[in-house]
């Protein structure tokens, strides 16, 4: 008990100096969906409606984890939404008009994306132009191509695909659910004892095992509720159409946060990106490679970019040249923003990313239970960021001058 004590004045004391870490975006989740389910009871919260946020959550979160390597870097990206757009039309093209097998399809999508990142970091690392504006010309570029690739004919369906249908579309078993929430739940445990193991031998301070513990049954509790609301019957008429099972999309992303996490923040790569972000010159002068740790970011951002556009074609059945754009980019931004990771670069993890697009997923779902004016929900959405934003340079500004 004296463990948890501790444990709990500890994080007191780093969100008082400043360090308030994912905790806004959790808050933002908890609220929101209190206030949503208290203005439309029966209808926001209900099985069906959880299946559809997770799924319309899942391209904001992919381009924001992306963006959030990029962002680390003090760097941004604008072109990010037009990326997923180009990435989506490639990938319509070849399923479409040319055939090829779905998954090579989906495979030369996203190396587009991988061609584009490498491309607009080159310039941002060999030129010395500010990411601002490469990346805007390269959103007003990318709008071009995604025009030249569908072609005249407006829009390119891809509903005869399976394979890119079930993205987004298409649920495991019961049985494979209750088994994802195994191995996530077992990956945890495994991973951070390992992880106190080592820093015990290197004789570090593992951290108390009452808070390791905590958040291992913090974990089942969560993702548990999650899988057994979507195992049971979701759909609003169960006679004509069964829907039942987790989303596959929910593992994709579970594959996507863990390995993307790890290569942060267990791998010399991801101290770099941190080092670089904290101080350019210093790392510089360790003996870093400034130029490459900003190539590898722009790639790995507009790879994630161009694989949020194929899940975007997934749940729109179709390419037009409108994908990626409206307010796709700015709601990935907001997602990473709100989740905690700073503008001003140097801090921020790719959960972060996962938790701030649910929040927008939130909003992004209720708003309109709750009124059909868009003008509301653009101004909604828009104080949501401009508070994250906020609480992000109070809480620089307390842990600088703390």
């Known amino acids: ?12 004391a780093r969100v008082r100096s400043g360090d308030i870490g994912m905790l806004s975006s959790v808050l933002g989740i908890v609220v929101l969906f209190l206030l949503f389910t208290i203005a439309r009871p029966g209808v926001f919260n209900t099985a069906f409606n959880f299946g559809n946020l997770l799924a319309q959550s899942a391209a904001v979160i992919f381009i924001a984890m992306g963006l959030v390597f990029v962002l680390l870097l003090g760097e941004i990206d604008l072109s990010a939404g037009f990326t997923a757009g180009t990435g989506a039309a490639v990938l319509a093209v070849l399923v479409t008009n040319q055939g090829w097998p ?5 495979l030369v999508a996203v190396l587009v994306g991988t061609l584009i990142g490498l491309t607009l970091g080159s310039i941002v690392a060999f030129l010395g132009i500010p990411s601002f504006v490469v990346t805007l010309a390269a959103f007003l570029a990318l709008q071009g191509v995604i025009l030249l690739v569908i072609g005249s004919g407006g829009t390119i369906p891809v509903r005869n695909s399976d394979e890119v249908r079930a993205l987004m579309n298409a649920n495991m078993s019961v049985v494979g659910g209750w088994v994802y929430l195994a191995l996530v739940v077992g990956f945890f445990v495994v991973m951070g004892l390992l992880r106190r193991r080592a820093r015990s031998r290197a004789g570090l301070d593992p951290g108390p095992a009452v808070t390791f513990w905590a958040g291992a049954v913090g974990l089942l509790v969560v993702l548990g509720l999650v899988v057994l609301v979507l195992s049971g019957e979701r759909s609003p008429n169960p006679a004509a159409t069964s829907i039942r099972g987790v989303p596959y999309i929910l593992p994709i992303t579970t594959v996507a946060l863990i390995g993307l996490s790890l290569l942060l923040t267990r791998t010399s790569f991801g101290r770099h990106v941190y080092a670089v972000g904290g101080n350019k010159e210093a790392a510089r002068r360790a003996g870093i490679s400034v130029p490459g ?12 970019a161009a694989f949020g556009g194929i899940l975007l074609a997934s749940r729109l059945g179709g390419v037009d040249p409108g994908t990626g754009g409206a307010q796709t980019l700015l709601f990935a931004v ?5 989740g905690g990771t700073s ?15 649910l929040v927008i997923g939130i909003i992004q779902n209720g708003l309109p239970l709750v009124t059909s004016e868009s003008g509301i929900q653009f101004v909604v959405t828009g104080l949501v960021l401009l508070l994250a934003a906020s609480v992000d340079a109070i809480s620089r500004r307390r842990s600088t001058s703390g």
């Open 1 to 12: 008990m004296n463990a948890l004590k501790e444990a709990l004045s500890g994080y007191g």
């Open 102 to 106: 779905p998954y090579v399809a989906m």
């Open 293 to 304: 740790i900003t190539i590898l970011c722009f790639m790995i951002n507009s790879s994630l």
């Open 334 to 338: 907001a997602a990473a923003v709100i």
């Open 343 to 357: 503008l001003f670069g140097g801090r921020g993890f790719v959960a972060s990313a996962v938790l701030g697009g």
